[in-house]
């Protein structure tokens, strides 16, 4: 390697972090955006989803790792913050690939009445949640 050449792939050594995914968040999504339809709003970051047992029959058939990696996560109930912090994605990727799973019957989404978004302890949760989303620079928000 000379002087202003990069280093090539095998000669790079990652930090503590591990690298970015190759797959991009918009490919997983085939382009879609949460609430894209007008219609219909995006899933509420609070929404409860678990795994159904059609989706933990079916984690070995999947396109991609995250779709697998949502259902598994999903064995016991989680937010999508939290969903969202424990995969390291962003939450509009983690709204349209859930929504996606829900359609085929993998998962199953709770989302709550419409007085529990006024309980400080859900507050709570999700703001919690959130700071555990990394930023673009991998960092996790100190608490």
């Given amino acids: 390697m000379t002087a202003?050449?990069?280093?090539?792939?095998?000669?790079?050594?990652w930090g503590p972090e591990p690298p970015a995914p190759l797959v991009r968040p918009f490919l997983l999504t085939a382009?879609?955006?949460?609430?894209?339809?007008?219609?219909?709003p995006p899933i509420p970051i609070e929404t409860q989803v678990i795994?159904?047992?059609?989706?933990?029959?079916?984690?070995d058939a999947f396109a991609f790792d995250q779709h697998r990696d949502i259902?598994?996560?999903?064995?016991?109930?989680?937010?999508?913050?939290?969903?969202?912090?424990?995969?390291?994605?962003?939450?509009?990727?983690?709204?349209v690939l859930a929504d996606d799973l829900r359609s085929d019957g993998q998962l199953a989404?709770?989302?709550p009445q419409n007085g529990s978004a006024?309980?400080?302890s859900v507050l709570r949760r999700v703001i919690d949640g959130l700071r555990d989303i990394p930023?673009?620079?991998g960092r996790v928000r100190e608490r």
């Fill in 4 to 13: 202003g050449e990069p280093p090539a792939a095998d000669d790079v050594v």
């Fill in 31 to 40: 382009g879609r955006i949460a609430g894209g339809d007008s219609l219909v």
């Fill in 51 to 59: 795994a159904t047992d059609v989706g933990l029959a079916t984690l």
């Fill in 71 to 95: 259902i598994m996560i999903c064995r016991q109930p989680q937010s999508l913050a939290e969903i969202a912090a424990k995969l390291r994605m962003h939450l509009n990727v983690i709204r």
């Fill in 109 to 111: 989404l709770y989302v």
């Fill in 118 to 120: 006024r309980d400080t």
């Fill in 135 to 137: 930023d673009s620079r």
